[in-house]
């Protein structure tokens, strides 16, 4: 019954705007659901900030950790793009204590520093002895972001 409480009480304190769209539950696979969320406000706060002719509302997003699953209510943009980050960030890692950082960029552009930078740490990585920690770098778009993951 805790985490109907918990549940309740996330809803309850929640911004009644976010609240009118949409609410749809995410069960992760693979990442930790505290993580996801965090990457997700910060992905989701940084597009607030650079969206120049659209009006995004940030969904809310609560972390149920007892099923490792988020609940996300918002409007459908804000559902299709939580549906789209998960897709990206949810995935198998080779590593069990995986890393996850965003960085919001102020003048070059994700999408196209993403790639170089994930081509860079390939091949910095294919040139060492033994086992190098591998590192997944995706660029967010619409909030010229990217997610690094280590």
């Known amino acids: 019954m805790a985490i109907i409480e918990q549940i309740i009480q996330n809803m309850e304190s929640a911004d009644p705007t ?11 696979e693979h990442a930790d659901v505290l993580k996801v969320a965090d990457i997700l406000d910060q992905v989701f706060q940084g597009l607030e900030r650079t969206a120049t002719d659209e009006v995004f509302i940030v969904p809310q997003i609560i972390p149920v950790e007892a099923s490792n ?3 996300v209510a918002g409007s459908r943009d804000g559902i299709t793009r939580t549906t789209e980050l998960l897709q990206k960030i949810d995935q198998p890692s080779e590593t069990p204590t995986q890393a996850f950082a965003v960085y919001t960029l102020k003048h070059a552009s994700g999408v196209k520093l993403a790639p ?3 081509q860079m740490f390939e091949e910095r990585a294919a040139g060492r002895e033994g086992q190098a920690t591998p590192i997944n770098i995706q660029a967010i778009e619409g ?3 990217i997610i690094v993951s280590a």
């Open 69 to 71: 699953a988020l609940i």
């Open 18 to 28: 976010a609240l009118m769209g949409t609410t749809q539950l995410f069960k992760l």
């Open 143 to 145: 909030s010229n972001s």
């Open 116 to 118: 170089k930078m994930q």
